[in-house]
């Protein structure tokens, strides 16, 4: 019901700054969040990011005070702005819209962070 594209990925150095997107359609009956999540290399997949339908936004650990997540609901976008990346932030960064009737993901966009 829920298609997601992500954008905005790439290389970038280490204390570099880069902005996610998140584009989404399709029909759409009951938002209730769209989370950022990230899986690196022989990880599991994790939030890293979350901003709700009531627009209160939450942060892992491993990003907080480092990332902002925001949206523009006009345009139906959710953008990950992410700053002091480091080599950890390497990852696929999916947004994942969390609908009352189950999740949907987007296929990813590389993040890779490197010198």
């Known amino acids: 019901q829920v298609q997601l594209v992500e954008s905005g990925g790439g290389l970038v150095q280490p204390g570099g700054s880069l902005r996610l997107s998140c584009a989404y359609s399709g029909r759409i009956f009951s938002m209730n969040a769209i989370d950022w999540h990230r899986q690196a290399p022989g990880k599991q997949r994790e939030m890293v990011a979350t901003?709700?339908?009531?627009?209160?936004?939450r942060y892992s650990n491993s990003v907080k005070g480092r990332s902002t997540i925001s949206r523009d609901n006009a345009k139906n976008m959710v953008y990950l702005q992410m700053n002091s990346l480091k080599p950890e932030d390497t990852a696929v960064y999916y947004c994942?819209?969390?609908?009352?009737?189950?999740?949907?993901w987007g296929q990813g966009t590389q993040v890779t962070v490197s010198s």
């Open positions: 901003i709700t339908s009531g627009g209160t936004t």
């Open positions: 994942n819209f969390r609908a009352v009737e189950g999740d949907y």
